[in-house]
């Protein structure tokens, strides 16, 4: 019998994750009767399109770091030949295989669709997006989102998409690089959304359960309810269950940690079959496929919606992808020494880079060259 490992592998089964071909899954299905079970096929099918390989091209450090835990654990009919050629273009999504494998498992079909409809949409855009199928709205830098009871979509008290004319299930806010927004949702909880970050909810939540999916970073104050209807955020690789709160959410995919940070109330972290419960103070950290749970100062790491940035020991390197993606604009730096520099204060951004940029250089001797033409800044250690 053909296992999980081997049925990705498969040119036929990928074209048809990649065309979303159900009808062609059942004919192959039937193809593979006494070679694969059908959950082994199902299982496959839906880690590729949860994947989307067809779009996904993982950096080189992400490849390098899951390649030796893929080489020991994927089955060893696969020779060292092949998998260097999977590795090579859109195949070497594979090193991501064992890592989202788990995860995958405890996934149902619908959270499947619904990442792979968030993995299509782009933060390439200048401007915040609301979108709903062919309808789409543009929202200012900060303005506020609001979702009326009967789930009209409102920017700054002014209706901007009525809810008769929302045909899908999901309204999807897309805020690009540089920007930030916030929402309140139709039962009351307020969302601030970060740059980079992509979120789907539904047009009204049910009475059963309050769910929305994350791509980015999302601080949350969850409103409790009559009923005390669970809220989940659900990301890729975890979920996190709720019932009234104020918590931070920072789960980029490009990012190899993920965090959870929990200012009041009590939230439960899932990945998997493994849960953590978080208490306020804590946070609770996942990297590669385990949890860590510790106490934090907490403003660290929710003080970009109130417009800074609280740094305490962090380094230059970590600081500089952090103002990169708040500002939308790409910081390079090649003097690695530099890079390890640590940084001590709070940083105002509701100034501008540059500012923010000549006051950490004050502490952290480095100068910075604007090259307008190409949106880039180089960062050069000060002789």
Not at 41 to 66: C, H, S, T, W
């Amino acid at each position: 019998m053909k296992s999980i490992e081997e049925l990705v592998f498969d040119d036929k089964l990928v074209e048809i994750a990649r065309k979303n071909d159900r009808q062609a899954l059942k004919e192959y299905e039937a193809e593979c009767m006494g070679k694969a079970t059908v959950e082994s096929i199902e299982m496959a099918f839906l880690l590729l399109r949860y994947l989307k390989i067809q779009e996904m091209q993982p950096g080189q450090d992400v490849v390098n770091e899951e390649y030796e835990k893929l080489m020991n654990k994927v089955s060893r009919k696969y020779s060292v030949r092949r998998y260097s050629l999977w590795l090579s273009g859109a195949a070497c999504f594979l090193a991501l295989f064992l890592t989202l494998f788990q995860s995958l498992k405890f996934r149902t079909n619908t959270d499947v669709e619904v990442f792979s409809m968030l993995d299509s949409l782009s933060v390439v855009p200048k401007e915040v997006q609301i979108i709903s199928g062919e309808l789409k709205a543009f929202v200012a830098d900060d303005m506020q989102i609001e979702q009326s009871e009967e789930g009209n979509i409102l920017v700054e008290g002014k209706e901007q998409i009525n809810a008769d004319d929302i045909h899908t299930e999901f309204v999807q806010i897309v805020v690009p690089k540089g920007k930030r927004t916030n929402v309140r949702f139709n039962d009351g909880t307020m969302a601030w959304v970060n740059s980079g970050t992509k979120l789907l909810y539904p047009k009204v939540f049910n009475s059963k359960k309050r769910e929305i999916y994350v791509d980015g970073e999302i601080y949350i104050e969850v409103e409790k309810t009559p009923r005390n209807t669970p809220f989940i955020v659900h990301v890729k690789s975890f979920d996190v269950e709720v019932l009234g709160t104020k918590f931070n959410v920072n789960a980029y995919q490009e990012d190899i940690q993920k965090s959870v940070v929990l200012v009041e109330g009590l939230v439960e972290v899932k990945m998997g079959k493994e849960t953590k419960r978080v208490q306020p103070g804590q946070g609770c950290f996942l990297r590669k496929g385990e949890m860590d749970l510790k106490y934090v100062d907490t403003e660290i790491y929710t003080a970009w919606k109130n417009g800074f940035m609280k740094v305490v020991g962090e380094s230059v390197g970590d600081i500089m992808l952090r103002l990169s993606r708040y500002y939308g604009v790409q910081i390079n730096c090649s003097d690695s020494l530099l890079l390890q520099e640590k940084y001590f204060g709070k940083l105002e951004l509701n100034d501008s880079l540059e500012n923010v940029l000549y006051r950490l250089s004050l502490s952290t001797p480095f100068v910075s060259e604007i090259n307008e033409e190409a949106g880039t800044i180089m960062i050069l250690k000060k002789k």
